[in-house]
């Protein structure tokens, strides 16, 4: 069992950076493919960011790209997501998720973490 753990939310004026880290206890995510996921009020959760397991390969919604990178380190068991230039519409929950079923970019993981907090105010 994989339980992901997010860190690093707050809130932050227009413009700013954050920077998520996302920690996993039970066992390690080195061989897992991660994502990113926000979830605004009132909205669906939407796709963030994704990246395979070598870290060879990364993911980007449009909404995002440029502005948001996702990395990993392995040896520190840590999945990134570093978030610049943001946007009062970035304000949402922010959910870490491993080990997609199907789709990399799709919402159905095997393990979701409680989310955290981002707020970008204008």
């Known amino acids: 069992q994989v339980q992901p753990v997010e860190s690093g939310g707050g809130l932050v004026q227009a413009g700013g950076s954050l920077s998520l880290s996302c920690v996993a206890s039970g066992r390690t995510l080195n061989t897992y493919n991660m994502g990113w996921f926000r979830q605004a009020p009132g909205k669906e959760r939407e796709f963030v960011a994704a990246i395979r397991w070598s870290s060879s390969l990364t993911y980007y919604a449009d909404s995002v790209k440029g502005r948001f990178t996702i990395s990993r380190d392995n040896a520190k068991n840590t999945v990134y997501l570093q978030m610049n230039s943001l946007k009062p519409d970035d304000t949402a929950i922010y959910y870490c998720?491993?080990?997609?079923?199907?789709?990399?970019?799709?919402?159905?993981?095997?393990?979701w973490g409680q989310g955290t907090q981002v707020t970008v105010s204008s």
């Open positions: 998720a491993a080990h997609p079923i199907g789709s990399i970019t799709g919402l159905n993981y095997h393990y």
